[in-house]
């Protein structure tokens, strides 16, 4: 049984940084793509950060370019998402999910943890 659990989330103020875990269980994640997704109530899920199985592609959503890095270490079976300089609009639920590639679509990924709350304030 596939198991994802994310980690990481808390409350900061702007301007602070946070870094998010995700590790995954009942597969090798060697052989997909990785990424973050978040949610803000009442939005819709917003693509975050991509990376590749060899982590050779990275892509990023455009909100968080310049601000964000996701990395992953395959011998953990797990990906992070280095946040910095976060904003009030970065506040939301923060899933990894684990699929065929380096996509912004969340229907092609296969498995999808429950989710991390990061909230920031001003």
């Known amino acids: 049984q596939v198991q994802v659990v994310e980690s990481g989330g808390e409350s900061v103020q702007a301007g602070g940084s946070l870094r998010l875990s995700c590790v995954a269980s009942?597969?090798?994640?060697?052989?997909?793509?990785m990424a973050w997704f978040r949610q803000a109530p009442g939005k819709e899920r917003e693509f975050v950060a991509a990376?590749?199985?060899?982590?050779?592609?990275?892509d990023y959503g455009d909100s968080v370019k310049g601000r964000f890095a996701i990395s992953r270490d395959n011998a953990q079976n797990a990906t992070y998402l280095e946040m910095s300089s976060l904003k009030p609009e970065d506040s939301a639920v923060y899933y990894c999910?684990?699929?065929?590639?380096?996509?912004?679509?969340?229907?092609?990924?296969?498995?999808w943890g429950q989710g991390t709350q990061v909230t920031v304030s001003s």
């Open positions: 999910a684990v699929g065929g590639g380096v996509s912004r679509r969340p229907a092609l990924y296969y498995y």
């Open positions: 009942g597969l090798r994640i060697s052989a997909y793509g």
């Open positions: 990376i590749s199985g060899t982590s050779a592609r990275r």
